[in-house]
């Protein structure tokens, strides 16, 4: 029986350091769950860091595309100003041009009419040499 009683105490011993082992084992476990645990939660505040920077470029970006937007639209308001402006000019230049080519008729003509006078005028002249000779006879 003292057999028996010593087996029993030196399995009990075994299991004793079995257990303590195991323990051990889970100490060492828990202890690097913690520190899994933190380091996710770390990388899960930089994440959500990167997150809060991504959207607030997104936003950037966003109001970046509205101001090209808006001044876009006042570039394309201001090319159909030019644009129209522009009409205007060429009618006005058409305008001018018929004037001006109507002008250069006119003066033309009068150029004509003053040479006709002159003409008329040297041979009134003639005339009245002629008669002016013939009354000096």
Same mark, same amino acid.
């Given at each position: *029986?003292?057999?028996?009683?010593?087996?029993?105490?030196?399995?009990?011993?075994?299991?004793?350091?079995?257990? %303590?082992?195991?323990?051990? =084992?889970? =100490?060492? =476990?828990? $202890?690097?769950? %913690?520190?899994? *645990?933190?380091?996710? $939660?770390?990388?899960?505040?930089?994440?959500?860091?990167?997150?809060?920077?991504?959207?607030?470029?997104?936003?950037?970006?966003?109001?970046?595309?509205?101001?090209?937007?808006?001044?876009? $639209?006042?570039?394309?308001?201001?090319?159909?100003?030019?644009?129209?402006?522009? $009409?205007e000019i060429s009618q006005t230049v058409g305008v001018i041009e018929k004037e001006a080519k109507r002008n250069s008729e006119e003066t033309e003509h009068m150029s004509a009419n003053v040479e006709e006078s002159l003409a008329a005028n040297e041979? *009134?002249?003639?005339?009245?040499?002629?008669?002016? %000779?013939?009354?000096?006879?």
């Amino acid at each position: *029986m003292a057999d028996e009683v010593r087996k029993l105490a030196e399995e009990s011993s075994q299991l004793t350091d079995q257990i %303590s082992q195991l323990l051990a =084992n889970v =100490n060492k =476990n828990t $202890e690097k769950s %913690s520190q899994s *645990m933190t380091k996710v $939660e770390q990388d899960v505040e930089e994440g959500v860091k990167v997150s809060q920077l991504s959207a607030q470029g997104f936003h950037d970006i966003l109001e970046s595309i509205r101001d090209i937007s808006m001044k876009a $639209e006042e570039l394309s308001a201001t090319a159909e100003q030019i644009s129209a402006s522009t $009409e205007e000019i060429s009618q006005t230049v058409g305008v001018i041009e018929k004037e001006a080519k109507r002008n250069s008729e006119e003066t033309e003509h009068m150029s004509a009419n003053v040479e006709e006078s002159l003409a008329a005028n040297e041979e *009134m002249k003639a005339s009245g040499e002629d008669l002016k %000779s013939c009354l000096d006879r």
